[in-house]
């Protein structure tokens, strides 16, 4: 089968590789799209310690075209949005239910090959169906909306509450999205790029603060009455958001920290989470009751993943696609790479 091929950083290229095998409680995919994240970028550009030769990718959907033996759940022809997440199933956290912390675990594409390829083997308890209303593209997006609706789930309050979401990504789009089904209100969002600040304008934010050009800290005070937010979302992860994230929420009120960030953060006032007695929620990835609700979700429209996919690769294409992001990351929004 071809595959893209990653020997080192920013080596990559499509070779001839062998297709995996298939065993008792398996499934070969054939994989038809695999979206870029920031993790591929980043482990194509030397920032993620990974073992070469390595096929990146694991935001993935595609076709069951061969079923192990004991499979149960899917058949030849069924498609699928496959679980990224490895696990290994016996150490303490994965005992607890906590399969998405194990440390013994990891991210197809990064700790196991992934699906930049014609085919990739994942255990049928890591795959789910794929409605026949989600295209292969816009289901890759299901991924990080499961995220999302993991990180959203862990807090106490949002229905009546205001919320600040920093960064109109993918991530903080879905944000915006879920926050307003459920309620949150007033909703500000902040954001410099303009057309991403369309988009929030699209899903109905209450308040779309261009950052470059005004204060999202003053207008969110003059927003809430001094008060601040009930709920801050930092969706980017860096350093200077991190910290605003602290001046935006009112006392007594919670931080979602979705953003990954990747080193310390200097001049972070953590005095902060005593003086307002903060509550601080950290959030890694989506359990398979996220990934069930998201597709009940986007398969009854009352989530929109139309809008996402602005960019497209075939496989042959992957350095390319790779450069693009890499060198611009606000050039597209989300972008996949075809295999079929």
């Not at 950083?9 to 398996?26: C, K, M």
């Not at 079923?67 to 994965?94: A, E, M, N, Q």
């Not at 083997?121 to 993991?150: H, M």
Request: glycine fraction near 10%.
């Amino acid at each position: 089968m071809k595959a893209a091929v990653l020997r080192s950083a920013f080596q990559i290229s499509v070779e001839e590789v062998q297709r995996p095998s298939v065993s008792a409680r398996n499934i070969l995919v054939g994989i038809h799209s695999t979206a870029i994240c920031g993790t591929d970028v980043g482990i194509y550009a030397g920032k993620h310690p990974v073992k070469f030769p390595l096929i990146m990718g694991h935001e993935t959907t595609g076709e069951v075209v061969e079923v192990g033996k004991d499979v149960t759940k899917f058949h030849i022809g069924d498609r699928v949005v496959v679980d990224p997440t490895i696990s290994c199933g016996t150490c303490y956290l994965c005992r607890m239910g906590k399969f998405h912390l194990c440390q013994e675990g990891g991210l197809m594409g990064r700790e196991d090959q992934g699906s930049y390829a014609e085919f990739a083997v994942v255990p049928e308890t890591r795959a789910f169906l794929l409605p026949r209303n989600i295209s292969y593209e816009d289901g890759t997006t299901l991924i990080a909306l499961a995220n999302v609706l993991c990180a959203q789930r862990k807090l106490p309050y949002l229905a009546g509450s205001s919320l600040a979401i920093l960064g109109m990504g993918v991530t903080g789009l879905l944000h915006l999205q879920l926050a307003k089904a459920s309620g949150a209100s007033p909703i500000l969002v902040s954001e410099m790029v303009p057309w991403k600040l369309d988009l929030a304008r699209r899903f109905k934010a209450d308040v779309v603060v261009d950052a470059k050009e005004k204060d999202p800290l003053k207008i969110l005070r003059e927003t809430t009455s001094g008060k601040g937010a009930d709920v801050v979302i930092e969706s980017i992860g860096a350093g200077p958001t991190v910290k605003q994230s602290f001046e935006m929420v009112r006392p007594g009120g919670i931080i979602l920290q979705f953003g990954i960030v990747g080193k310390p953060v200097d001049g972070l006032d953590l005095y902060q989470i005593y003086y307002k007695e903060l509550t601080i929620l950290g959030t890694r990835v989506f359990a398979p009751r996220d990934m069930e609700l998201s597709l009940k979700l986007a398969s009854a429209r009352a989530v929109d993943l139309s809008p996402f996919i602005t960019h497209r690769f075939k496989l042959a294409e992957i350095g390319k696609a790779l450069e693009f992001i890499h060198k611009d990351p606000n050039s597209a929004l989300r972008a996949v790479v075809q295999t079929v």
